[in-house]
Nanobody, 124 residues
Framework: QVQLVESGGGLVQAGGSLRLSCTAS????????MAWFRQAPGKEREFVGA????????NYADSVKGRFTISRDNNKNTVYLQMNSLKPGDTAVYYC?????????????????WGQGTQVTVSS
């Protein structure tokens, strides 16, 4: 079992930055693919990005490429999502997810464990 706890959400103006953190406990973290998804009201959960356990490979949604960066610190069991140049369209609840497979899948079905989510609101 893996427990994931997100932090770092909040309210920011358009053009601003936020950094989300997700700390894992339980099962071995450093062999898991970690990902971020988001869900806006009335919309389906959407893939944001993923990072393999080595930290050398990342995958991003087109909508965030060049603005968001995923990184991880296996010594701290933590994955980060640095979000720059935020837009009102980025407003959503952001979820951290973990997979025990070596995958950078964009599908929520590929991920076994989920955090509770953290709200990000970008004002115009």
């Amino acid at each position: 079992q893996v427990q994931l706890v997100e932090s770092g959400g909040g309210l920011v103006q358009a053009g601003g930055s936020l950094r989300l953190s997700c700390t894992a406990s339980g099962r071995t973290f450093d062999r898991s693919t970690m990902a971020w998804f988001r869900q806006a009201p009335g919309k389906e959960r959407e893939f944001v990005g993923a990072i393999l356990w080595t930290g050398t490979h990342t995958n991003y949604a087109d909508s965030v490429k060049g603005r968001f960066t995923i990184s991880r610190d296996n010594n701290k069991n933590t994955v980060y999502l640095q979000m720059n140049s935020l837009k009102p369209g980025d407003t959503a609840v952001y979820y951290c997810a973990a997979s025990n497979r070596n995958t950078d899948s964009t599908s929520p079905l590929a991920y076994n464990y989920w955090g509770q989510g953290t709200q990000v609101t970008v004002s115009s």
